[in-house]
């Protein structure tokens, strides 16, 4: 998972070897290959689906590090740094970028999606044979270009993915253990966040405020930030940011774009807000990062 390999398809980052289903920050990513090391971490606004079907992977994350080999089925919030420092050689993951328009689609154990957004990861070593040949078919269908084969891959995708509720798991750094499914008012919680979420995924290049997102949901401006806030332990403010950062991280790709352009184009009023936001999250200033990135 390279960016320097990449480009950008409307607000997406695009990478060789991942397809998308939609050219837009909502759009799900999907991949089957053999990974790059990364140099640096990197991060993206999805919530990273891993599968590992051969071979053994080191993940360094945003406040732990863990190994995960053959079998195992991993998430995590692609919202925090993080780098895949090491890997086997005969290593084969396949996998999805999924937008939490999506993600909040999902009927997960209830503490799950908050646990997720806080940096643990989620790891299953309770995968089979039929894994291997959907995660395969899966990439595919996203890749043929047909939309109802692409939607069809997301709709299983996310059926498999919550039988995270009736097998073993565990969180990293956490505990183990399976719940029982939201009830209807975490539902409607999730419907919520959902619009919200993809609102801001066809707007946030734009001026939006917490007004406007709220209107989207139908719900209270106090109401939504309360609930976004309880949902992704981000603010409204703070997602916006970086879906703005994922795509200022493409556009720096292009060195005939200049970091002032960048700026202006990724929503940021000002060179000295990007430039705040983009040190903060990446530790390093938006002209370091595209000479790191150029160098690998």
């Known amino acids: 998972m390279h960016l320097a390999n990449g480009r950008v398809i409307g607000g997406s980052v695009w990478q060789p070897g991942i397809s998308s289903v939609e050219s837009a920050p909502m759009a799900l990513q999907m991949f089957h290959n053999h990974p790059a090391l990364m140099t640096t971490p990197h991060w993206h606004a999805q919530v990273e689906v891993n599968f590992i079907m051969r071979g053994t992977v080191h993940y360094l994350m945003a406040d732990h590090e863990m190994i995960l080999s053959a079998g195992d089925l991993c998430l995590f919030w692609g919202g925090l740094p993080h780098q895949m420092d090491w890997r086997s050689e005969d290593t084969i ?108 995924a066809n707007g946030f290049l734009d001026d939006i405020d917490s007004v406007d997102i709220a209107a989207a949901a139908g719900i209270h401006p106090k109401y939504a930030m309360s609930l976004f806030r309880k949902s992704t332990g981000m603010t409204l403010n703070e997602y916006v940011s970086l879906l703005r950062l994922s795509y200022a991280q493409a556009l720096l ?44």
């Open 93 to 200: 993951y396949a996998g999805a970028h999924l937008p939490l328009v999506h993600f909040f689609r999902l009927h997960l154990p209830d503490d799950v999606p908050r646990r997720l957004m806080a940096g643990e990861t989620l790891v299953s070593q309770a995968t089979d044979a039929a894994d291997y040949e959907n995660f395969a078919r899966w990439n595919l269908y996203v890749r043929s270009g047909d939309a109802a084969r692409a939607e069809h891959a997301v709709d299983e995708l996310l059926l498999r993915l919550e039988r995270v509720r009736f097998e073993p798991y565990r969180l990293v750094p956490g505990t183990s253990g399976a719940a029982a499914a939201p009830g209807p008012s975490d539902q409607q919680a999730s419907r919520a966040v959902r619009r919200m979420c993809d609102f801001i």
């Open 253 to 296: 790709m292009n060195e005939d774009v200049n970091v002032i352009e960048v700026a202006m184009e990724s929503g940021f009023g000002s060179l000295s807000a990007f430039n705040k936001s983009f040190r903060k999250l990446a530790g390093m200033s938006p002209s370091s990062f595209r000479k790191v990135s150029a160098a690998r």
